[in-house]
């Protein structure tokens, strides 16, 4: 069975810290994604990357970064977190535009 | 970049009812369409899509939907709704050409079923 993993369902963190958000898939999939979901805005793209080492701006990259050292893993950084990071963030991965893209659970992360 | 449009953001169905949600999109080329389904505190799963071939597709769980490409159109239908079905629905697009990996979602619909 497929699978997305994601270090954390639940993080709180607070004001100015740095936060890591980890992102495991086991499908040797090419591409891999984050996004941001926020009530009545559906799922915005932050970042994405197409190989290991390689990565691409989404829509709303501003504060973030991330990390793709190994096929499998993609991190998402949060350089110094502020309170509307506050959000749900799903990670996914996939084999090409014509492909389902397959999500992890999600981290709700919360910054106070 | 593409707009997607879901029309609702809430649907009340009572069970045993038509369940259709609407989905329109942008585009210029030929997309790829799809229905991704969120149950509470879980990640997206894959309703249906739709890349070549026969406009109507069909998915789990009974659902499916129909691409009209001159309405620019992917509206998802269910014939009989399950207490099951209460989630949130989103609709997502990507173009078919070039090397665009990116997907486009709607805001999404709650569907909420009567008993």
């Known amino acids: 069975d497929v699978k997305v993993t994601q270090s954390s369902r639940y993080l709180v963190k607070r004001t100015g810290e740095k936060v890591f958000l980890e992102c495991v898939q086991d499908m040797d999939h090419e591409n891999m994604f984050w996004y941001r979901q926020d009530p009545g805005l559906g799922l915005r793209l932050i970042y994405f990357?197409?190989?290991?080492?390689?990565?691409e701006k989404g829509d709303i990259p501003e504060g973030y970064s991330v990390s793709r050292e190994k096929k499998e893993r993609f991190s998402l950084i949060l350089e110094s977190a502020s309170t509307n990071q506050t959000s749900m963030y799903l990670c996914?991965?996939?084999?090409?535009?014509?492909?389902?893209?397959?999500f992890g659970p999600g981290t709700r992360l919360t910054v106070t | 970049a593409q707009s997607v449009t879901q029309l609702g953001s809430h649907v009340s169905v009572s069970e045993g009812a038509l369940v259709l949600l609407r989905c329109n999109y942008s585009?210029?080329?030929?997309?790829?369409l799809f229905w991704y389904v969120q149950y509470p505190n879980q990640g997206l799963q894959l309703l249906l899509k739709y890349t070549t071939g026969a406009t109507l597709v069909k998915g789990i769980n009974g659902f499916e939907a129909e691409f009209k490409k001159s309405e620019t159109s992917f509206h998802l239908t269910k014939p009989s709704a399950h207490m099951s079905d209460a989630a949130e629905y989103f609709c997502?697009?990507?173009?078919?050409?070039?090397?665009?990996?990116?997907?486009?979602f709607g805001a999404g619909t709650t569907v909420t079923v009567r008993a």
């Open positions: 997502a697009v990507s173009d078919a050409l070039g090397d665009d990996y990116k997907l486009s």
């Open positions: 996914a991965s996939n084999l090409g535009p014509s492909y389902e893209q397959y």
């Open positions: 585009s210029s080329v030929p997309p790829y």
């Open positions: 990357s197409y190989d290991v080492k390689m990565k």
